[in-house]
Each structure stands twice: as structure tokens, then as C-alpha cells.
């Protein structure tokens, strides 16, 4: 069967085309793509040729990743349910992860409509609570969770994220959310401005103060928790001063061939090291009922809505930077 797609072809290379996706089987639905999420960070280092599969990086011998279609996550109505699935029905609106492709350098990809999908890549959405486009980030929100719920703590810890990026931001709501004294580290004051603060969640712009000393001096009893989510050794090094014993560092960004960490310094701390990676049935579930119930948000970090068809000016606003720019969706109605 065919489908339209987003598709990477070379090296900061987006068209927006028609591929060829293999019949579904018995364990598989069709699902008609309403919106699509994308991840910057993830697609873009597959857009500039950084990765050859999920998070291994490319390197020197390895071959270029294209062509590949774009992303691996969205919303949309199901069209074809197969007969082995019974827990689905044509009309219903649920999340897809990954949809099956031909003649692609992987055979899976996200952004491409009608996406036939194995049954174990499909989530129903809640009755009730927000509108489906809050589900539309299901995966990245996910990883975000992960992040946040990792590490052991008690209410009342301090935890430093670096990175205001979507990650970033939901690792930060979901240790507000379990009772950290949470710190959100960035560079960009729009995005910092989508943070929800209070007592207990607060923001450090790193391009514009002294960051390192905003933590210690909110953060007097140390930090019992840091997550990097923008693969920086050096930002991880810079917190370690702050970390307590037994305390957590938590890996979710993407290093490439630049991911040296030494693990001497940091039996001074007896700290554990926690890398993040993909997803889960259970994770999923977990997140989903996070944003039924409002505890994590996702609609206010939408910036941008583009037609699928537009999927090229959209990546060249995210790598560019024009405008400030978050939250993309791609609309495919």
C-alpha cells in the first residue's frame, strides 16, 4: 500500500513524498494520521547523519542513514483493525509510534499516514482530561518520565535538569510532580518561560547568570539528583560539586562519539550513573495517565504547527533557529 511520508534523503536533506509500506498483517491497524510530533532533538541528528539506529551514534565507516522516514510518533483515527487485534475499533483515535515501510534504510518510521502499525505500537487514549494532541509527544513525553522517575528521592531533594528542552522539561515536571526541589538549567528565556515555577520549581538561565552559584544557593543541602538532557559531559562535570552521597546522575542526552565520563571522581560520591534509552509498555502507561491527569503538560510547549506537507520549512526553522522555536506539529489533514 502506499502512503505520504516525511522523508530524510541525504544529509539536511526533507521531502515530503510517497513511499510504499507492506500490506497489514492479522497483528496489525491502519491508522490515519491526524498530527504528528516532532522530536528535534532525535530526528535532527538523524537529519545531519549523527545516528544509524535509536541511540547509536554513527562512526567513521558506518554508512549514512538515508534515505529514513522521519520520526516515531503521533495521533490519528484507526482505519483497519486486523484479526488477531480485538481491543480496537475503525474510528477510534489513539497514538502510533512506529509504522512498517519498504525501501528505506530502516523498515520503520513515525511520520508517514496511513501508518500500518503493530497492534504493541498503539495506544488508546483516556476518556476525558485533555485533548488528544496532549498525547501527541507520547514517546518523547516518556522519556522525559523516564528521566524524572528514575532515581530513588524523597520529598524534599534537590534535583538539577540540565536542558530546556521538551525533555528537559518533563524530566523537571515529573520530579516536581514526585516532591523535588527542582531546578530547570537553560539557555533560552522563552523557553524557560514555559516552565511552570513555584516554591518548590524554579529556572536558571545559564546564558545570562552565574548558574553554578544559583544552584548552591538554592540548593544548600546539595542535590540529590542531576539529569543531562543535552549530551554534555562537561555541564554533568561542572554539577558534580553539588551532587550528595549516594547521590544519581541520570544520562538521556545523545553524545555521538564524544561521551567519555570518568567513573573515578565519582566513587568520591558513591554515585550511580542511570543512562535512559527508548521506551516501554509500562513507561507509556505510566505517562499517559500522568497527562490525563494534568501532571504532566505538554500543550504549552507547542510553539509551532506547520502542514506535513511544509515538513522541510519546519526543520529548517528548528535547525536554523529564525524564532524561537519548541514544540513542533505537523498537521496531515
Given at each position: ?13 526533507v521531502?515530503?513524498?510517497t ?9 496489525d ?17 538523524f ?10 551514534a554513527?562512526?567513521?565507516?558506518d ?18 483493525v ?15 509510534a ?35 494532541l ?28 540540565i536542558g ?9 515536571q ?27 520549581r ?15 544557593r538554592?540548593?544548600?543541602?546539595g ?24 547521590g544519581?546522575?541520570?544520562?538521556a ?8 565520563l ?28 500522568l ?15 506547520f502542514?506535513?506537507?511544509r ?23
Amino acid at each position: 500500500m502506499q502512503a505520504q511520508a516525511v522523508v530524510f534523503t541525504a544529509p539536511g536533506r526533507v521531502e515530503f513524498g510517497t513511499v510504499t509500506c507492506p500490506d497489514p498483517g492479522p497483528d496489525d491497524a491502519v491508522v490515519r494520521v491526524t498530527h504528528s510530533w516532532i522530536s528535534n532533538g532525535t530526528e535532527g541528528s538523524f537529519l545531519r547523519g549523527e545516528r544509524i539506529a535509536g541511540d547509536t551514534a554513527r562512526r567513521q565507516g558506518d554508512p549514512m542513514p538515508f534515505p529514513i522516514v522521519a520520526g516515531y510518533q503521533k495521533i490519528g483515527v484507526v482505519e483497519h483493525v486486523g484479526a488477531h487485534i480485538d481491543d480496537l475499533e475503525v474510528g477510534e483515535t489513539v497514538f502510533a509510534a512506529m509504522g512498517r515501510v519498504d525501501g528505506m534504510f530502516q523498515p520503520w518510521g513515525g511520520q508517514l499516514s496511513p501508518s500500518v502499525s503493530p497492534r504493541a505500537q498503539i495506544w488508546k487514549l483516556p476518556n476525558g482530561g485533555p485533548e488528544p494532541l496532549a498525547y501527541a509527544a507520547l514517546v518523547l513525553t516518556q522519556v522525559g518520565y523516564n528521566c524524572g522517575s528514575r532515581p530513588p528521592l524523597a520529598v524534599g531533594d534537590g534535583a538539577v535538569v540540565i536542558g530546556d528542552g521538551m525533555v528537559g522539561h518533563w524530566a523537571a515536571q515529573t520530579l516536581g510532580w514526585r516532591g523535588a526541589e527542582v531546578i530547570l538549567v537553560g539557555r533560552h528565556e522563552d523557553r524557560l518561560a514555559r516552565f511552570q515555577t513555584g516554591p518548590t520549581r524554579h529556572t536558571a538561565n545559564a546564558r545570562e547568570e552565574d548558574w553554578l552559584d544559583l544552584l548552591k544557593r538554592a540548593l544548600p543541602g546539595g542535590a540529590r539528583v542531576i539529569v543531562d538532557t543535552v549530551g554534555s559531559i562537561r555541564a554533568v562535570e561542572q554539577c558534580l560539586p553539588l551532587l550528595v552521597r549516594e547521590g544519581h546522575i541520570v544520562s538521556a542526552g545523545f553524545y555521538g562519539t564524544e561521551d567519555r565520563l570518568a567513573l573515578q571522581p565519582l566513587r568520591s560520591w558513591e554515585a550511580s550513573v542511570d543512562t535512559v534509552s527508548g521506551w516501554t509498555r509500562p513507561r507509556m502507561d505510566a505517562t499517559r495517565a500522568l497527562i490525563a491527569g494534568n501532571q504532566l503538560q505538554t500543550l504549552p510547549l507547542i510553539t509551532h504547527r506547520f502542514p506535513a506537507r511544509r515538513a522541510a520549512e519546519a526543520w529548517a526553522l528548528i535547525e536554523q533557529k529564525t524564532e524561537p522555536v519548541l514544540g513542533v506539529i505537523l498537521d496531515w489533514d
